[in-house]
């Protein structure tokens, strides 16, 4: 997870350094988009936008004098008000529009010299491009909203429209309404020849058929089927009272002794047995009070008395209930004849019926639904006629002018806030996208990562933009750390080898080589090591000009033989420096450098001094760089931060190592610390530690 967020972070640093590095290109862009923008927005005309507010329902009445739930006009439909709204902004409403306002005139007198009408066309693509017609989110509401110079002409677009749409809307409705009447007219007289000729039928069958009926019209009935419903009611309620009769019969059947007894007193409610019933009881009740009391015993007159009148009652009693049961079995008998009876004079008549049903009353009952049906539908039309041409004229408020437009006091457009503002931020995303791109195409090396992944170089130093020789610039300048940081780097790498001869070699011209060498050579020298350096750029020497030697004499004269190293070499002005200048090459000395003088002088040097510095031309296109750097001990390759693409840092890396030479490592140069906060934060870091020195006789801190 830290990785990724390491990963995050450095992404994010490399797009705010492009930002900063390309920023002369975004504030350009920007301000053009801006200028451009703000001055077109001050040319353009002031535009005014009217609005208009109104509500769409669907059709309904007003009033409904039938009392029906009109559901469509409750409810919130959708595909309604986007049909609606394209309706609102429709040819047919617009044309109309044109015509009432006399649009084609006054748009004309606006546009054509000779004050001549435009044609409809014209008019109808000027005024679609001038109003906008949108739903209210979630709301049956519509705005409508015009826009023109003219700001009454905005308000009377966008009512008229509005009022157009509500005529057309009516208009339609009413036209659609008088259609259905007419047709349905049409239709109900056809019904009512459809109605007599199923009379004129339904008569005819009756007379073929000979079927008598009582009443006339739709309340006529058949003789048969009268005969027919009383016969079965008479059965119905004969079945009844033989069922009842029979639950009366089995539940006595099922009874013996006083439960019979009991049971016949409530089921049969006959006196006789009920009077029985209640003195053999009494019986009962007096016998026992008496042998209860103990007044009598069981032999006396009295007790004997009443067990005979108790037995005689009991043998009355048996011989009712006997009779009893006998008589609810005739009486069920009686009843289940009668049934039998009716059910078999029923299912004659029935068949007979059936029969007959099926020759003369089957198609007469056809008939007789056919002229049933026909009246039904007659009369349903004549009632919808009726009911459609009182809802033409009930009123009817479809469309609803909430709020009308009134002539704007502001202008909507240009918006110049906004218009700024927008240029404001085009103008910057422009001028970033225009940076990146650049960017993108600039394939020069830009950091240190690139150098170590690019070239396969390790970065030395890193030495800051328009640095100078520290001869003018300071000894505690600054820039004299990064090249302290260089001389640091060079003299660990040529530690292990005990390495002295050093090339500073680039692959273009004015990558900053030459500064570079003399200011290393400037910090070793002041490190306390003797340095010496050759200036071996023969066609454009520089190394003299930094320490104001005269170059009459110098590395020419020596390689050609005409004078010794002792004789050039020349003492520079700064304690432990002394410069081998380059000389005046001459015609004749052209190609003068090589492998063998070259080794011979340096062998010559090389125990005098403990570092001979050599400045080398550009290695692309000078072979004399080549040839210096097969024999020096090491050479430092120097890159300059966005000169020049990474294939020419490239091709001199190769081509100094396919002549034999040994790049210990790359010195960026040129670097924009102001601009890349890495090198700011470095650079700012190390002058902080190094740039505040304390003075001998000074208690105060003084920054150098």
């Avoid at 490190?527 to 520089?542: E, N, T």
Wanted: glycine share 6%; charged share 25%; hydrophobic share 40%.
């Amino acid at each position: 997870m830290a990785e990724e967020s390491q990963t995050t972070a450095l992404h994010f640093l490399d797009y705010w350094r492009v930002i900063r590095d390309r920023k002369e290109v975004i504030l350009a862009v920007a301000l053009l988009t801006i200028v451009s923008g703000t001055a077109y927005t001050l040319m353009m005309p002031k535009k005014y936008t009217a609005l208009t507010q109104i509500q769409v329902r669907e059709d309904a009445m007003d009033v409904d004098p039938f009392y029906q739930r009109d559901i469509n006009r409750m409810g919130y439909n959708p595909f309604f008000l986007m049909t609606q709204e394209k309706i609102l902004k429709s040819k047919p409403v617009l044309t109309t529009v044109i015509r009432n306002l006399n649009l084609q005139k006054v748009w004309g007198a606006q546009l054509n010299e000779d004050k001549s009408a435009i044609t409809p066309e014209l008019a109808l693509q000027i005024l679609q491009r001038s109003i906008r017609v949108e739903q209210d989110r979630d709301t049956m509401l519509m705005n409508i909203s015009a826009t023109s110079e003219d700001p009454k002409q905005a308000a009377a677009i966008a009512n008229e429209i509005a009022n157009v749409y509500r005529e057309r809307r009516l208009a339609d409705k009413r036209r659609e309404i008088q259609h259905a009447i007419d047709a349905m007219s049409n239709e109900v007289r056809k019904q009512q020849e459809r109605v007599e000729e199923a009379e004129a039928e339904l008569e005819r069958i009756r007379q073929e058929r000979g079927i008598a009926l009582i009443g006339r019209g739709l309340m006529s009935i058949r003789v048969e089927s009268t005969r027919l419903n009383a016969l079965e009611n008479e059965r119905s309620a004969a079945r009844v009272d033989m069922l009842v009769r029979k639950a009366r019969m089995d539940q006595l059947e099922d009874l013996e002794g006083d439960k019979l007894m009991d049971a016949a007193a409530y089921i049969v409610q006959d006196p006789t047995l009920l009077s029985i019933r209640q003195q053999y009881i009494d019986s009962q009740v007096s016998l026992q009070l008496m042998l209860k009391n103990g007044v009598v015993g069981e032999n006396h007159p009295d007790v004997l008395r009443l067990r005979g009148a108790q037995d005689e009652l009991r043998r009355q009693l048996d011989s009712a209930l006997a009779g009893l049961k006998a008589g609810v079995k005739a009486d069920y008998e009686v009843a289940r004849q009668k049934y039998e009876a009716l059910d078999s004079e029923l299912a004659s008549i029935k068949a007979t019926d059936i029969e007959s049903e099926s020759e003369n009353y089957l198609p007469f009952d056809r008939a007789e639904r056919n002229v049933a049906v026909n009246r039904d539908i007659l009369t349903a039309l004549r009632a919808r006629i009726t009911q459609t041409g009182i809802e033409v004229e009930v009123p009817r408020t479809t469309v609803d002018i909430v709020e009308e437009a009134d002539p704007p006091d502001r202008p909507s457009s240009p918006l110049v806030v906004l218009n700024i503002f927008l240029s404001v931020v085009l103008g910057l995303m422009a001028g970033t996208g225009l940076a990146f791109f650049v960017e993108y195409l600039d394939v020069s090396i830009k950091t240190v990562d690139e150098v170590e992944k690019y070239l396969g170089l390790p970065v030395l130093a890193v030495i800051p933009q328009q640095s100078r020789p520290l001869t003018e610039a300071g000894q505690s300048s600054g820039q004299g750390e990064a090249y302290r940081s260089l001389r640091t780097s060079m003299a660990l790498l040529g530690r292990e080898d005990n390495k002295k001869i050093f090339a500073v070699i680039s692959g273009g011209v004015g990558e900053g080589k030459s500064t570079t060498l003399f200011n290393l050579a400037y910090v070793c020298a002041e490190q306390g090591s003797k340095v010496l350096v050759i200036d071996s750029d023969l066609r454009r020497p520089v190394q003299h000009k930094m320490v104001g030697l005269a170059n009459r004499a110098g590395l020419v004269n020596v390689l050609t033989g005409e004078l010794k190293p002792e004789d050039v070499i020349q003492e520079t002005g700064v304690p432990n420096l002394w410069m081998l200048t380059s000389g005046r090459l001459r015609r004749g000395t052209i190609g003068i450098m090589n492998n063998t003088r070259l080794r011979n002088l340096l062998d010559h040097l090389k125990e005098q001094y403990d570092y001979i510095l050599l400045d080398s031309p550009p290695i692309l296109g000078v072979t004399d760089a080549a040839i210096l750097a097969s024999e020096v001990d090491g050479v430092l390759l120097v890159v300059q931060y966005r000169k020049y693409p990474k294939i020419i840092s490239l091709r001199a890396k190769r081509m100094i190592e396919n002549a034999g030479g040994q790049v210990l490592g790359a010195v960026l140069n040129n670097i924009n610390i102001m601009r890349d906060d890495y090198y700011y934060y470095y650079h700012y870091t190390t002058r902080k530690y190094y740039g505040v020195v304390r003075h001998e006789n000074d208690d105060n801190l003084t920054e150098s």
